[in-house]
């Protein structure tokens, strides 16, 4: 029975990065192909790819979501102001998200808070998280968080610099196409358009997913038993075009190559009815951990995750505990940068 103590491994803090390679597709890229490691860098994924293989990209939009205001409150003791951040996590409805706001404690039900010009009423306090009801909704909400908001960095960003206008760009990828996302498909950030028309003109297909990226993608597995962890749950779509790439792919002895964990969790997901990829919508919280067996993928493009996460535990499930556990020693060795703005990883089971 695995535990979450098989997941853990010491990170240098130095190999933590906090801004991306420039140009992005400059990053590093270690291969993991057969029982070798090479490597190499993105630039260069071409020379590990084959005509007819087909790269699955999440097309999901990070919603600048971060947002900085005030709430003001007339008591028996005088009016109060309090700075609030909050972060949205999951839309509940065209007007309504649940937030990580900071300081919870400044909070209760029915107060306001003002961001900007618009303006959202607590609805509640649950779990360490808020419901906020916004004076505006649907894509106006969207504008005005493009607006006013910052990007939503992960936590281990943040702790170390705010979010800037830089990061409006850098934690966007360039097919980014359907906004619900509060966290970047980061794999997916070294793709810029003159490697996707190198890879193009090699015969190395694409098609396009979407996952919209929760903020429980960063959430601590909390459980030692890892079967015991509940996942949290996204929406995703794998529409009929991307499922015929996919069959057709499979069809022609093509290997099926999705660009980030996201990318990997909604096809397989979309594939775990019949064994077989169709279109699919709706709500996933696929957990794949070793044992797991794949339905369509054939490798996987990823960057490096952090110890004892859901994601660290799919890659294990993809090439072998003691193979992940090689690769990561590898990349701590060899200075690999780590985790959303850092260097990729090409898996090749």
């Given at each position: 029975m695995l535990s979450l103590?098989?997941?853990?491994f010491d990170l240098p803090e130095s190999l933590i990065?906090?801004?991306?390679?420039?140009?992005?597709?400059?990053?590093?890229?270690?291969?993991?192909?057969?029982?070798?490691?090479?490597?190499?860098k993105v630039a260069d994924l071409g020379r590990w790819l084959q005509e007819g293989d087909l790269l699955v990209f999440n097309n999901t939009r990070v919603i600048p979501s971060r947002l900085s205001g005030t709430r003001t409150r007339n008591t028996t003791h005088g009016s109060g102001v309090s700075h609030i951040e909050a972060t949205m996590i999951e839309r509940l409805s065209g007007d309504t998200w649940r937030a990580l706001a900071k300081p919870l404690k400044r909070l209760a039900v029915g107060d306001e808070v003002v961001f900007g010009d618009i303006y959202a009423e607590v609805m509640a306090k649950v779990d360490g998280q808020v419901e906020l009801k916004f004076s505006a909704t649907g894509d106006a909400l969207d504008e005005s968080f493009r607006r006013l908001?910052?990007?939503?960095?992960?936590?281990?960003?943040?702790?170390?610099?705010?979010?800037?206008?830089?990061?409006?760009?850098?934690?966007?990828?360039?097919?980014?196409?359907?906004?619900?996302?509060?966290?970047?498909?980061?794999?997916?950030?070294?793709?810029?358009?003159?490697?996707?028309?190198?890879?193009?003109?090699?015969?190395?297909?694409?098609?396009?997913?979407t996952l919209h990226v929760g903020a429980g993608t960063f959430l601590p597995v909390k459980t030692d038993v890892i079967s015991e962890h509940k996942m949290h749950s996204e929406w995703g779509a794998v529409s009929d075009a991307a499922?015929?790439?996919?069959?057709?792919?499979?069809?022609?002895?093509?290997?099926?190559?999705?660009?980030g964990t996201t990318a990997l969790r909604i096809i397989?997901?979309?594939?775990?009815?019949?064994?077989?990829?169709?279109?699919?919508?709706?709500?996933?919280?696929?957990?794949?951990?070793?044992?797991?067996?794949?339905?369509?993928?054939?490798?996987?493009m990823t960057n490096f995750h952090?110890?004892?996460?859901?994601?660290?535990?799919?890659?294990?499930?993809?090439?072998?505990?003691?193979?992940a556990r090689e690769i990561y020693g590898h990349a701590i060795t060899e200075k690999y940068r780590f985790f959303s703005y850092g260097d990729s990883s090409l898996l090749i089971p």
């Open positions: 103590s098989d997941f853990d990065a906090l801004r991306p390679a420039v140009p992005r597709s400059a990053s590093r890229m270690l291969v993991a192909e057969g029982d070798k490691i090479h490597d190499s908001g910052q990007m939503p960095l992960p936590p281990y960003i943040a702790s170390k610099r705010p979010a800037d206008a830089q990061d409006m760009d850098d934690y966007q990828t360039v097919f980014a196409k359907e906004t619900g996302a509060v966290a970047a498909p980061t794999a997916s950030l070294h793709f810029d358009e003159t490697l996707l028309q190198g890879l193009a003109a090699a015969g190395v297909k694409s098609t396009e997913v499922a015929a790439d996919i069959a057709e792919t499979l069809a022609n002895g093509g290997r099926v190559i999705p660009v397989e997901t979309a594939a775990q009815a019949t064994g077989e990829i169709t279109a699919w919508s709706g709500d996933t919280d696929i957990f794949i951990t070793p044992g797991y067996e794949f339905k369509v993928t054939s490798a996987l952090l110890p004892k996460s859901t994601l660290l535990m799919l890659v294990a499930a993809l090439v072998g505990m003691d193979r």
